[in-house]
């Protein structure tokens, strides 16, 4: 599990769904696009969430290990 940080909020993803996020943005960056973008996610509880974040250039988008409880 990873911590994917997007401008200023931080949730809780699998190191796939990171992965995919952080190499669409990058992408979209490189061509100058933006898109939204559903990410499956943990909420506090570890239970299943889905978040939804808008992808685009000048917004910093970055992924770390998140601790092995689960916590955020």
Known sequence: MEN???GAAT????DAA?????RYAAILAHTGGGD????PSSDDDCL???ARNVLGPGIPAIATNAP???AV
């Open 11 to 14: 949730i809780l993803v699998s």
């Open 18 to 22: 990171a992965s995919a996020v952080l």
């Open 68 to 70: 092995a409880d689960g």
């Open 48 to 50: 299943g969430a889905h």
């Open 36 to 39: 939204v973008v559903d990410v």
């Open 4 to 6: 994917l940080g997007y």
